[in-house]
């Protein structure tokens, strides 16, 4: 298969490509449009070479291809960031094929746009990614299917930088969809694993409930606007009268499905089964961020629609704190994560529901580098315990593994919001952006931003403290069985991680602690350069509220103090009086058990959604002529002879005669319809 | 060359070839194998697609071509259909080469009733005569019927072959009573007198009835609820290649005569047909979904998402003439690719003693035959939907169509009804990539793929991939496919 | 009632008759012929619009029942041939008896 979709480029894409080019070569921009092709095209090829011939390649080698393809696209980056410099002027690079589509009625290219919101998003993904692709490296070392793991890890992010450089929902909903497969497959890559090829198919499934949403707003875009390019769509929002709430609506439905919001964040806990570098690249870093990046990108439509901001701004505030409430009580070092991924969301969502996109992104920005680190130094500490991500089997792990504890505490204490790091910033500027928004919900979501900072500030430093401090709870010689499947890194004792591995994480320490500079806000002396950036993208958001630098200085002490308190107590608990947590637990058992249930939404969703399906399958095929229509009418003709009832003819009987039976009563529907329906 | 002849190349071509295998296959020893016939008969369909070529040709020289009175037409339209029908036997042909375990001495009548099954699939799509459509319909059906029942001796095989046959024939009637009807109403029934009889027709219930009529004759073939319930029994008795070629062809032909009878012959009733189609697009989206939700047998699950696959093609018939057909079409192009090609793995795997068919045969099928659980999975993807795959095209097409004209409820249920598909697609593929049971796959037989089979599977694979990445390429010719109605012919209508 | 009517109904009735016998009939010959019946009261029709209509010199509703009648034996030949295969395997051709294949 993948011998033929290459085979396929070969014949088929590149030559019109080349057509493409060709015909564009006059222009002075061609340069500059080939590097955006390229942007894609190289993890793609990466993906292409190692899924065909990575099964006979030296596992050095495959690293090698995966890694050459994903650092080029990063050069490509950093090559437009110097085009940028050098303009002076705002980025808006576009490519454009020849047309992809054109049925009647509407057209779509086949095209890339780079504006500063995309290229924000191409330096995350491309820095992040070739990062944890060097980590990956050491940590895939020794797993059967290596050259599988590196082709989808590149498949994943060619899908990734097709979302972000679209420029018509089409495009991005190809991407969007594409993401989502490459991380099935991720997800389900330990797939003789029971739990994991499960929990691949829940994030699949849950995804298309929210593509569901996309695709309805899709087309009720291209019934109102005709088109579904970016550039058409937005220009013209003001002056069409479209059902925009209806739109946005769905397309927040959308972005709930992506990044892990409620209703349908469910299944990104489980989506920890992948290796550990997948939930650091894909569900913690880049991929659970498109759905922010997208409402991001259409604000101008859901700046149209209040209704659909409010809507925005409870689903992310809520998530945020539903999210970290659960996570206080994980005993899973990647569940943990994975429920702070989901609470950090909802602070992103928030603020895109208060119409502060820009502060959206950047915390989209901080939160890779501190959530990709947090995820790789567990991998890391996973890793030194031979498979062990229960932390109650750790403790005093600071002293063995030091690179990774100190690596892992700058991120620990990124994302608690302690002063100066690069969550402290961005975090900051979400509530105060909620704060000042001037609206009840905008309040609201502050109120809630801040009690969630502390728990999250609580949750992480209960991590830490488990894992880090504390007595050791390690057993030694932890024999790889134990999480067979996943980690098979032998027994050899607690051990630090090597150089490839932690090199990433030093490099990602240091951006969690000074990421933040870029956004520092007029407050604290700096000029909120990032939002400044983002201005040629999103101006036409949010207004710029002009509040008080002694608001801010206030607003950013509240916060502090919730990272304080939040410290302190994970303290108490969990260092001066280990134990305590225990007995808390047994005393308030009933909120524990919600707690540790996750709130029991997946059995509820279980019940509620594939339950009713199955039934409604059970009944619209069997049920219906037995119970309905049989029964009812002998109830109605004769007394219940119970010779007649016996005689249980099913649709699928087998049965053909009663098979003639269906077609004829079809048959006279159908014509009773035709005649007496007009 | 006459037009007469010119018109009818592809099925003349397709005809003498397989007169030919029938007649070359006594003189074959037996016991001796029968792969020479195939060849035979794939370089028919090969010679039969080039002929389609030809005429498209000659189309695009000198316009629409009639013959035989006006009673076929060779457009564009005819064109996409018999191409894409060669296409079809084509491949289930390469694919079924080697199908035959052990040299079966019937063997040669398998690759003749292939070829005749066609002729009559193409003679449906260029007819613009209701009587002609329905000898088409007749050829290709009585093929199929005993296409159906070819593995003989298992008992599985002759029911499959007795239920389409009875229920086929049943439809049959219904199909053919409902063109006298036309008839009656309107003097007529070629397409463009039927629509200007139509026009002046006194008995304007009688047309109703008759249009309702040919549509649940036609419902039928494409198995659409109600009309579906022979559907899942007779693909589950069948051999696999042949389900994968009527699954499509025969449905890609009796699509494309509901095109044009009710585009062409009977735009005066959109009205009353409009609401029938929406209730056969939901009622086979629902039906087939949910059917497929508890099946065990693959086949059987195929087979009821191929109902719903039906439901998705009617949902086209909501747009508006010219999104219709262009949805249509272009929607059976990719059905056809990905559903020849899934049921080319199954028939690959399995053999012709289709020793594994359940799901849990399946289970961890991936560990033993990575290339086909590949290919196999890539094809369920499509079917799901997934961007990139024509199945993703072919659905935004027909959806968007439907809301453009303003079916949103209608587009709604269709795209609820995807994502509940995916459930089963994804439990099939669950399967495939999972840890294997103790002994469903040890006693898979590997049987070696041939270089024909490749070659089949490589072609729809391609294909699929090719209209999901580059759909623009197929949408320019559907979209000249749009069917032209001759020349009404002046009618009077029926003095009652 | 004229003469069109006339053979509007008793083709209606026929087909009714063919529908009620393919339904009811348990013996895979007989509701074959059920279903031969209901082909044959189209036939019925169409030959009755033909005389009745316009312009019965030109013998186009002849022409048509002949086509459909030979088509229709063609199917029954096949059709019996089905039946047989049906009636080696399973000795019967009680369709009650043939539903193997359910679900």
Redesign the interface.
């Known amino acids: 298969?993948?011998l033929?979709?290459f085979?396929?480029l070969l014949l088929?894409?590149i030559p019109?490509g080349n057509l493409l080019f060709a015909s564009r070569a006059t222009e002075s921009i061609m340069d500059n449009t080939n590097l955006l092709w390229l942007i894609p095209t190289l993890p793609f090829a990466g993906f292409l070479i190692n899924g065909t011939l990575g099964r006979k390649l030296p596992r050095a080698a495959v690293s090698a291809i995966a890694l050459l393809f994903t650092v080029l696209p990063a050069l490509i980056v950093a090559k437009l960031w110097l085009i940028l410099k050098a303009d002076g002027a705002p980025l808006a690079l576009q490519a454009v094929s020849r047309?992809?589509?054109?049925?009647?009625?509407?057209h779509v290219d086949f095209a890339f746009t780079v504006d500063h919101l995309t290229l924000i998003m191409l330096s995350i993904i491309t820095g992040v990614g070739f990062l944890i692709h060097i980590y990956s490296v050491g940590y895939m070392a020794y797993e059967e299917g290596f050259w599988r793991f590196f082709a989808y890890l590149n498949l994943f992010m060619f899908f990734m930088l097709v979302l972000v450089l679209s420029s018509s929902f089409?495009l991005l909903?190809?991407g969007w969809?594409?993401v989502g497969?490459a991380s099935y497959l991720l997800i389900?890559f330990y797939?003789?694993?029971?739990s994991a090829?499960?929990a691949?198919?829940k994030a699949?499934?849950v995804n298309?409930?929210g593509?569901?949403g996309f695709?309805?707003a899709m087309?009720?875009l291209?019934?109102h606007f005709g088109s579904l390019d970016f550039n058409t769509v937005f220009s013209h929002a003001a002056t069409t009268a479209a059902p925009f709430t209806a739109i946005c609506l769905l397309l927040a439905l959308g972005a709930t499905g992506k990044s892990a919001q409620i209703p349908l964040y469910v299944w990104l806990p489980d989506a920890m089964e992948g290796p550990t570098p997948v939930s650091a690249l894909i569900h913690a870093a880049t991929m659970v961020t498109a759905g922010i990046y997208m409402v991001a990108r259409c604000h101008v439509l859901f700046n149209l629609s209040p209704t659909a901001l409010a809507v925005v701004a409870c689903i992310g505030a809520a998530t945020a704190l539903l999210a970290a409430t659960i996570g206080m009580v994980q005993n899973d070092i990647k569940r943990v994560l994975a429920y702070s991924t989901v609470s950090q969301l909802g602070y992103m969502f928030m603020a895109c529901g208060v119409g502060a996109y820009s502060a959206g992104i950047f915390h989209v920005m901080t939160h890779a580098f501190f959530k990709a680190l947090l995820f790789l130094a567990a991998g890391s500490v996973i890793h030194a315990l031979g498979g062990e991500q229960d932390m109650r089997k750790m403790g005093a792990l600071r002293k063995r593994i030091p690179i990774t504890f100190w690596t892992m505490s700058a991120g620990v204490f990124a994302i608690a919001g302690f002063p100066f790091l690069s969550g402290f910033f961005s975090k900051d500027e979400i509530l105060f952006q909620a704060f000042t928004a001037g609206t009840a919900v905008g309040k609201f979501a502050w109120a809630i931003g801040v009690f969630t900072a502390f728990l999250t500030s609580f949750y992480m430093f209960r991590l830490w403290f488990k894992t880090f401090f504390g007595a050791s709870h390690v057993v030694e010689h932890n024999t790889h069985d134990h999480h067979a499947a996943h980690d098979s890194h032998g027994s050899h004792g607690v051990h630090e991680s090597p150089l490839v591995m932690t090199a990433p994480l030093m490099i990602l320490a240091v951006l969690a602690i000074i990421g933040g500079i870029v956004g520092v806000p007029t407050a604290f002396g700096g000029h909120n350069e990032f939002e400044h950036f983002l201005d040629p993208v999103l101006s036409s958001g949010h207004e710029v509220v002009a509040a008080s630098s002694g608001t801010a200085i206030a607003l950013s002490t509240v916060a502090t103090l919730a990272f304080a308190l939040g410290l302190g107590l994970a303290y108490q608990l969990y260092i001066r009086k280990p134990g305590t947590s225990r007995e808390i637990a047994k005393k308030l058992q009933p909120i524990y058990s919600l707690l540790d249930h996750k709130y029991w939404v997946d059995e509820v969703y279980n019940f509620a959604i594939v339950g009713s399906?199955?039934n409604?399958?059970?009944i619209?095929?069997s049920g219906i002529v037995d119970t309905g229509i049989v029964q009812g009418s002998i109830g109605l003709l004769s007394s219940g002879t119970g010779a007649l009832a016996s005689v249980t003819r099913?649709?699928?009987?087998?049965?053909?005669?009663s098979?003639?039976?269906?077609?004829?009563?079809?048959?006279a529907?159908?014509?009773a319809?035709?005649?007496f329906?007009? | 060359m006459s037009t007469n002849l010119l018109a009818l190349l592809p099925e003349l071509v397709l005809t003498i070839t397989g007169v030919l295998v029938m007649v070359l296959e006594p003189v074959i020893p037996a016991g001796k194998s029968r792969k020479p016939l195939g060849w035979l008969a794939i370089l028919g369909s090969l010679l039969s697609g080039l002929a389609a070529f030809y005429q498209l040709q000659i189309v695009n020289a000198q316009g629409t071509l009639t013959a035989f009175y006006s009673t076929i037409q060779i457009d564009p339209f005819s064109i996409f259909f018999h191409l894409l029908i060669a296409a079809v036997v084509l491949v289930t042909l390469l694919g079924s080469l080697d199908y035959f375990e052990s040299p079966i001495t019937h063997a040669g009548e398998y690759f003749a009733l292939v070829l005749f099954g066609a002729v009559g699939m193409m003679f449906m799509t260029s007819s613009v005569e209701l009587l002609m459509v329905f000898i088409g319909l007749e050829i290709s059906s009585i093929s199929t019927y005993i296409l159906a029942g070819f593995r003989k001796g298992r008992a599985t095989a002759s029911e499959s072959s007795?239920?389409y046959f009875?229920?086929g024939s049943?439809?049959t009637a219904?199909f053919l009573y409902g063109v006298a009807l036309i008839y009656g109403a309107t003097g007529s029934t070629s397409i463009g007198p039927i629509a200007a009889g139509l026009a002046i027709t006194r008995t304007p219930?009688m047309a109703?009835?008759a249009?309702?009529?040919v549509?649940?004759g036609l419902?039928?073939k494409v198995s659409a609820?109600?009309?579906h319930?022979?559907t899942?029994?007779v693909y589950q008795g069948a051999p696999a290649p042949v389900v994968g070629l009527m699954s499509t062809a025969p449905k890609a032909a009796a699509f494309a005569v509901l095109l044009r009878f009710l585009f062409n012959g009977t735009p005066m009733l959109h009205?009353?047909?409009i609401?029938?189609i929406e209730?056969?697009a939901v009622a086979s989206m629902?039906?087939g979904n949910?059917?497929a939700?508890?099946q065990h047998d693959v086949k059987r699950l195929l087979a009821y998402s191929s109902i719903a696959h039906a439901g998705y093609l009617l949902v086209a018939f909501t747009g508006?003439h010219?999104?219709a057909v262009?949805g249509a079409c272009f929607y059976t192009a990719t059905y056809a690719a990905m559903n020849v090609g899934a049921f080319l793995v199954l028939s690959q795997l399995s053999g012709f003693s289709e020793r594994i068919r359940s799901i849990e045969d399946f289970t961890?099928l991936?560990?033993k035959r990575p290339?086909m659980s590949?290919?196999l999975g890539?094809f369920l993807?499509s079917l799901i939907g997934?961007?990139?795959t024509g199945g993703?095209?072919g659905k935004?097409?027909v959806?968007?169509?439907a809301?453009?004209n303003g079916h949103v409820w209608l587009?709604?249920v269709g795209?609820?009804n995807s994502?509940?598909a995916?459930?089963y697609y994804?439990r099939l593929l669950?399967a495939i990539?999972?840890?294997p049971t103790s002994d469903s796959v040890a006693y898979i037989p590997v049987r070696k793929v041939t270089a024909p089979a490749a070659v089949a599977l490589?072609a729809t694979?391609?294909a699929t991939?090719?209209l999901g990445?580059?759909?623009?390429k197929l949408?320019?010719l559907v979209?000249r496919a749009t069917p032209t109605t001759t020349a009404a012919v002046a009618v009077q209508p029926t003095q009652q | 009632m004229t003469p069109l009517n006339l053979f509007l109904l008793l083709s209606a009735l026929l087909f009714s008759i063919g529908?009620a016998g393919?339904?009811?009939r348990?013996n895979a010959i007989l509701?074959l012929i059920g279903i031969e019946l209901m082909l044959n009261a189209a036939n019925i029709n169409l030959i009755a619009f033909w005389r009745f209509g316009p312009n019965p010199e030109a013998l186009t509703g002849v022409m048509f029942a002949i086509f459909s009648i030979s088509v229709a034996a063609a199917e029954a030949a096949v059709g019996l041939a089905i039946i047989l295969a049906v009636y080696r395997h399973n000795k019967t051709t009680n369709?009650?008896q043939?539903?193997?294949?359910?679900?």
């Open positions: 298969m993948f033929l979709s085979l396929y088929f894409v019109e047309p992809w589509i054109a049925v009647s009625g509407f089409l909903f190809v969809e594409g497969l389900g797939f003789t694993k029971d090829a499960n691949g198919k699949f499934i298309r409930i593509d569901f695709l309805l087309f009720l291209i019934a399906l199955l409604v399958s059970r619209a095929l099913r649709m699928q009987s087998g049965n053909i005669r098979y003639a039976g269906w077609l004829a009563l079809g048959a529907a159908v014509i319809i035709t005649i329906i007009h | 007795i239920k009875l229920l049943f439809a219904f219930t109703i009835l249009v309702a009529m549509l649940i419902g039928f609820a109600p009309f319930v022979w899942p029994d009205g009353h047909w609401l029938l209730i056969l629902c039906l949910l059917g939700l508890k508006t010219q999104n262009a961890g991936a560990l290339g590949a290919l890539f993807l997934i961007p990139f993703f095209f935004f097409y959806f968007s169509g809301l453009q587009g709604i795209l609820a994502g509940v995916c459930f994804l669950a990539y999972s840890r490589a694979a391609l991939l090719g990445i580059l759909p623009n949408v320019h979209e | 529908l393919a339904l009811t348990r509701v369709l009650n043939i539903d193997t294949l359910k679900g």
